[in-house]
């Protein structure tokens, strides 16, 4: 294995690039190996033909661009060296004409063979002698009596015809068996005469003739299931409780009208049951029931509705958009992901921020705060990673701001620590004063406490109450009052 050493940015790009040009431009040009016309998709009009890409046969690739597959010119059309001509065209002063000795017809070129004889394209298009039934033949073409073929190296009639005073003679055949006769001879009818056949018959045309045919007898009729409505055909059919069932006899349509298993305000079909359409916000059994008035609406709990994360808009239920996704409204933002509709996106609402330590944020949580020693919050706009390893500075303490349930992440910030001066202020904001652990010590801290306190029993003294602390979450200091500090009841 080949290992390459990288000394500057400028090795770093040219190894981008050589990496860019094996893997992705080469799949985009002719000439690449494939195993099917899939590995050719990239480049449109190519296919895998002898496990190489190229241009299909009515295109070419261009003669300076190997992702390009053109369209060649036709007859009458322009040309050159790059712009080509379709086959079998060639390009004569700068126009796509047939070869010498071919005439044009029908987009293509047929060769100019003496009277009595035929060209054979198989052949690279050589004339030939025309032949009649029993001659000597190598080609079908040759064979020009009428249902006739080249069998054995001679001109036969087809199979279910015989040879009538050198004529193939067939016995026509309705789509269910041989047609009636009269007279001894199938009945003849013309298309652009009106068709005119006995009652029960209908005329079948000819597949190779036009406007001739025969009398065929019309089938008869049935439902699919259940019996044809009793006086109203396809002009008048009912069709809230049926519906128009048409079917093709050779040349013949038939038509009745049905019965349907259901009524048409109740399409939803539900075992042996039909159940009704149903509104957004009606009562509903299944989600189709109320996806069929409103796309994509779901049945939850009895009722119609879009499903979570989806809105009505335009008639139907649409997903709501994500942070920074496009928005005409404040409904059309995620609401559990505390987004606002603002210039047209959705953005974090006030004082909420997208959630920090992501690539792609898809939601915003409450923006970072720290408490003050007046219980006003301080706004800040950065997350802190700090937790049991990573500590926060000397003068620092780590708050948990905001827990994810769903994902299981929480987010914490490093905040300014209080001192005894900060606990004192959320105490006087009560009308109380803070109790320490040691009153004597300088370096005493408060008296935490539990906000809960079990079966009556506090954590603070007598004469002191738990009031909550801001600095910390669940918790508590003791904070007493001031008649009990004037009476000097410690």
């Known amino acids: 294995m080949q290992i390459l050493y990288v000394n500057s940015v400028f090795e770093i790009e040219k190894i981008e690039h050589l990496i860019d040009s094996h893997f992705f431009k080469e799949s985009l040009t002719l000439g690449r190996v494939c195993a099917s016309d899939s590995d050719c998709a990239a480049v449109l009009h190519a296919e895998c033909r002898n496990s190489i890409c190229e241009c299909t046969s009515d295109h070419f690739a261009h003669p300076h661009k190997n992702d390009l597959c053109q369209s060649a010119s036709t007859f009458g059309e322009e040309c050159s060296e790059i712009l080509p001509c379709k086959s079998p065209f060639d390009c004569f002063d700068e126009k796509c004409i047939c070869a010498e000795s ?37 080609y079908d073409e040759q064979c020009w009596t009428r249902f006739s073929e080249c069998a054995a190296q001679r001109c036969t009639c087809r199979r279910g015809m015989r040879n009538q005073n050198d004529t193939c003679i067939a016995t026509p055949y309705c789509p269910f068996g041989p047609a009636p006769l009269m007279n001894n001879e199938v009945i003849d009818c013309r298309l652009d005469q009106g068709a ?7 005329c079948q045309q000819y597949h190779f003739i ?35 069932y048409t079917f093709n006899v050779g040349m013949k349509q038939q038509s009745l009208c049905c019965p349907t298993d259901c009524h048409r305000s109740s399409l939803v079909r539900d075992g042996d049951r039909c159940l009704p359409l149903v509104p957004l916000g009606g009562e509903c059994y299944q989600n189709a029931q109320c996806d069929i008035l409103l796309p994509g609406a779901i049945c939850e709990n009895g009722f119609c509705t879009c499903p979570s994360q989806m ?5 139907k239920c649409f997903p709501l958009s994500p942070l920074n996704g496009e928005c005409l409204s404040h409904s059309e933002c995620r609401e559990e992901s505390q987004l606002r509709c603002v210039n047209g996106r959705c953005v974090c609402a006030t004082e909420h921020v997208p959630e920090p330590f992501v690539d792609e944020p898809k939601r915003c949580i409450p923006a970072a705060t720290c408490p003050t020693s007046a219980g006003l919050f301080k706004k800040l706009f950065t997350f ?5 390893v990573v500590k926060c500075a000397e003068n620092e303490y780590c708050r948990k701001w905001w827990q994810d349930e769903r ?6 910030l490093c905040c300014p620590k209080p001192g005894v001066h900060e606990f004192n202020t959320v105490c006087g904001r009560f009308g109380m004063s803070l109790v320490l652990t040691n009153s004597i010590d300088t370096l005493a801290s408060p008296l935490p406490c539990g906000l809960h306190p079990i079966q009556g029993h506090s954590d603070c003294p007598d004469g002191s109450a738990c009031v909550f602390n801001p600095f910390s979450i669940g918790d508590g200091i003791c904070c007493r009052t001031l008649r009990q500090l004037n009476n000097k009841t410690f």
Request: with cysteine; proline share 6%.
């Open 102 to 138: 071919f005439v044009h017809h029908q987009n293509t070129c047929i060769k100019k063979c003496a009277k009595g004889e035929i060209a054979i394209t198989e052949w690279n298009h050589q004339c030939v002698k025309l032949r009649g039934l029993g001659e000597e033949c190598a």
């Open 196 to 202: 005119q056949c006995p009652k029960g018959l209908y």
């Open 210 to 244: 036009r406007n001739q045919g025969f009398c065929c007898p019309i089938a008869e009729a049935f439902c699919p299931i259940g019996f044809p409505h009793p006086t109203a055909d396809c002009t008048n059919c009912p069709y809230d409780t049926h519906s128009c």
């Open 311 to 315: 809105m009505v808009k335009n008639g």
């Open 384 to 388: 802190s990673e700090c937790n049991d």
């Open 407 to 412: 994902s299981n992440q929480s987010y914490s």
